[in-house]
């Protein structure tokens, strides 16, 4: 299991049931140092957690690290081998394939490096490590998913969710209408789930338009630091560009103000969303949110949902942000704006970097009529949803 700390190495793994620390992984990352911020270190943190977890199957809990504490090289070869067979030897292996055996090669050479002196065993470990050919990625078959939602499973997923829908599977009002708002921030902003989870509660702000004289409102996208933050897997802001600041509607807003001033209680936190018990809401329960949800999709939608999306049985948060993407650069389309000034709007709103390709990714997409009828040009003034609950 992979946790954040608040010193060197930053990123660390423990075992999933005693919760110790895996202690050559721990040596390792302190040998191959790297910035707080590092997403290739959490990257590789996590491959590294699949070959423990593998390896705990093989060798029992803990194996791997007492084989590499007592230089049992002839096991950790074995161990070595199997895990190369067992990813490349799947019909279709996949990048992640490719990145985890690179890890898991990139640990075992590591540490070979520093422990040569100790006898040709170790030496032999470094050369057998050098000698494996290649994991390479299948192309696979299937055509790539975009990801934007169909129209019918959108309106059946708002439907849902609604706080007032007896569909709802959730009991409690306070985790409905939390819920809710989760749920549109993530389609209406193009939120990420990390972002989500790491507002602050005063992340909306309102200001007075000196042309119209109107107020306005938008949301400060940043991340909010306690040191206290228990959080087993712990969101964070992707990259600089995904600190933003993004316009939100009055009925977003209003309803915004209303969970924070109704709803979210007065947890001894300062993240804007928050569980039933008072602590940060974790990236597990906003999962849980559209598993428990997707489960409540009517069969011909849920049928709908596996057919036009190439296979896939419930709605992820990337899903949202994605059909939002989707939505964001149909709007564009129909401003008539040039394709560079299009492409930077979006980079923009959805916190990519400024040479990013992505808003390529959703051009064919913007042109599926079907979304239109859920969603309108104007996009953000139609949340009919959000005007049709109770103030």
């Known amino acids: 299991m992979l946790i954040k700390i608040a010193v060197a190495p930053y990123y660390t793994l423990v075992s999933p049931n005693g919760m ?21 270190r959490k990257d590789a943190m996590r491959h590294l957690d699949y070959f423990y977890t593998f390896c705990d199957g093989r060798l029992g809990p803990g194996g791997l690290d007492d084989a590499l504490g007592n230089s049992d090289t002839s096991t950790i ?3 070595l081998q199997a895990f190369y067979v067992e990813l490349s030897s799947r019909p279709e292996h996949t990048t992640y394939a490719v990145r985890r055996w690179y890890v898991a090669k990139a640990f075992i050479q590591n540490l070979c490096s520093h422990r040569r002196h100790l006898g040709n065993s170790w030496r032999e470990v470094e050369q057998i490590c050098v000698g494996f050919p290649p994991v390479r990625a299948t192309k696979s078959r299937k055509p790539r ?23 709802n599977p959730f009991r409690s009002h306070v985790v409905r209408r939390r819920n809710w708002l989760l749920v549109h921030m993530m389609l209406l902003l193009g939120l990420r789930r990390s972002e989500c989870l790491v507002l602050p509660v005063d992340a909306l702000k309102q200001g007075v338009d000196p042309k119209s ?6 949301l400060n996208v940043v991340e909010h630091k306690d040191d206290e933050d228990s959080r087993f897997t712990l969101p964070s802001i992707k990259n600089e560009q995904s600190r933003r600041q993004l316009p939100v509607s009055p009925s977003l807003a209003r309803h915004i103000e209303s969970y924070v001033g109704e709803f979210r209680g007065e947890p001894e936190h300062g993240f804007l969303f928050t569980s039933r018990s008072g602590a940060p809401l ?36 990337h899903d949202l ?71």
Not at 145 to 167: C, H, T
Not at 213 to 218: F, I, K, L, V, Y
Not at 294 to 313: D, H, P
């Open 77 to 79: 070869v074995n161990v």
């Open 321 to 391: 942000r994605h059909t939002c993407a989707v939505i964001r650069l149909k709007q564009f389309l129909s401003f008539g704006i040039s394709h560079e000034e299009m492409m930077q709007r979006m980079r923009g709103f959805f916190g990519w970097a400024y040479e990013s390709h992505m808003p390529l990714h959703y051009a064919k997409a913007a042109y599926e009529e079907r979304l239109a009828d859920v969603w309108s040009n104007t996009f953000d003034e139609h949340t009919n949803i959000l005007r049709s609950l109770p103030q």
């Open 213 to 218: 004289g109107e107020t306005r409102w938008w």
């Open 282 to 317: 974790s990236v597990e329960s906003v999962n849980n949110l559209l598993t428990v949800s997707s489960a409540c999709l009517s069969e011909q939608v849920a049928k709908e949902l596996t057919e036009r999306t190439n296979g896939k049985n419930q709605v992820s948060p």
């Open 20 to 40: 110790l620390p895996r202690y050559w992984s721990t040596v390792w990352a302190l040998l191959t140092p790297s910035g707080p911020s590092s997403s290739s």
């Open 145 to 167: 998913f975009v990801r934007a939602l169909p129209a019918a499973v959108l309106a059946d997923l708002l439907k849902i969710v609604n706080p007032e829908s007896e569909r």
